[in-house]
């Protein structure tokens, strides 16, 4: 999804393309390297750096100045409802794929709480290497 600013011309429309972001600056997570910066931009061959944040909610507040375009897992979207942001789907985006690994042979019930609530709130299923 993409996180825009209220007013953006882009919020006007239903469906986003990776060729639309072009040009507009996206934030930078601090201490983000090269990799995860191309991994978060709907361009990475045609990057534009926008302010560095800290976390999302910091990168909430950027979008909702104007000062950056942000791409963002569906879940962000649907836990953070603002008046000021508004969210589209970007057609030509992979979809961002996260991956909860630990050390073969683990008892810690607190991981597997943890494993089983990850799995159970994005409504996947556990994929065993």
């Known amino acids: 999804m993409a996180a825009l600013p209220a007013g953006h011309e882009l919020a006007e429309r ?14 930078r997570w601090s201490r983000s390297n090269v990799a995860e ?3 978060w931009s709907a361009r990475p061959d045609d990057p534009v750096e926008g302010p560095i944040v800290q976390d999302s909610s910091q990168l909430l507040e950027v979008v909702a100045f104007g000062q950056a375009v942000a791409l963002v897992p569906q879940s962000m ?3 953070n409802i603002r008046p000021d942001v508004v969210y589209r789907p ?3 985006v992979e979809a961002y794929r996260m991956y909860v690994v630990w050390p ?9 709480r943890f494993v089983e609530a990850a ?3 994005s409504g996947g299923r556990p994929t065993v290497p």
């Open 90 to 92: 970007v057609a030509d």
């Open 77 to 79: 979207a649907e836990r």
């Open 104 to 112: 073969a042979g683990s008892r810690s019930k607190e991981l597997a």
């Open 14 to 27: 239903d469906v986003l393309h990776a060729e639309d972001l072009a040009g507009i600056p996206a934030p």
């Open 119 to 121: 799995i159970r709130h």
């Open 37 to 39: 910066r191309n991994y």
